[in-house]
Nanobody
Framework: QVQLVESGGGLVQAGGSLRLSCAAS????????MGWFRQAPGKEREFVAA????????YYADSVKGRFTISRDNAKNTVYLQMNILKPEDTAVYYC???????????????????WGQGTQVTVSS
């Protein structure tokens, strides 16, 4: 059974940084796409970033490009989201997700992902 456990959220001032972690277990993830999504109150869940575990190909939402960095640690089966220059509009619950479909072109869609973590709150104060 796939388990994704996020950690690293918290409260930070605008301009600050946080690093989220997603520890994955239960499968071999080398063919997976691992994604980060976020959901603010009253809004739909939105794509933040994704990484193809095998190739390392990386994708970002325009709103975070240049500020956020997604990476993976193969030995630890962990995906990270380094968030810099945080803005109040980054405030949301952040979710880690896993998509087992090899070569999926729909990695920006939440519907594509089969497995989700419980989420971690990120709050950015102005």
């Amino acid at each position: 059974q796939v388990q994704l456990v996020e950690s690293g959220g918290g409260l930070v001032q605008a301009g600050g940084s946080l690093r989220l972690s997603c520890a994955a277990s239960g499968r071999t993830f080398t063919s997976y796409v691992m994604g980060w999504f976020r959901q603010a109150p009253g809004k739909e869940r939105e794509f933040v970033a994704a990484i193809r575990w095998l190739s390392g190909a990386i994708y970002y939402a325009d709103s975070v490009k240049g500020r956020f960095t997604i990476s993976r640690d193969n030995a630890k089966n962990t995906v990270y989201l380094q968030m810099n220059i945080l803005k109040p509009e980054d405030t949301a619950v952040y979710y880690c997700a896993a998509d087992p479909r090899v070569g999926s072109p729909y990695l920006r869609s939440a519907f594509e992902y089969d497995y989700w973590g419980q989420g971690t709150q990120v709050t950015v104060s102005s």
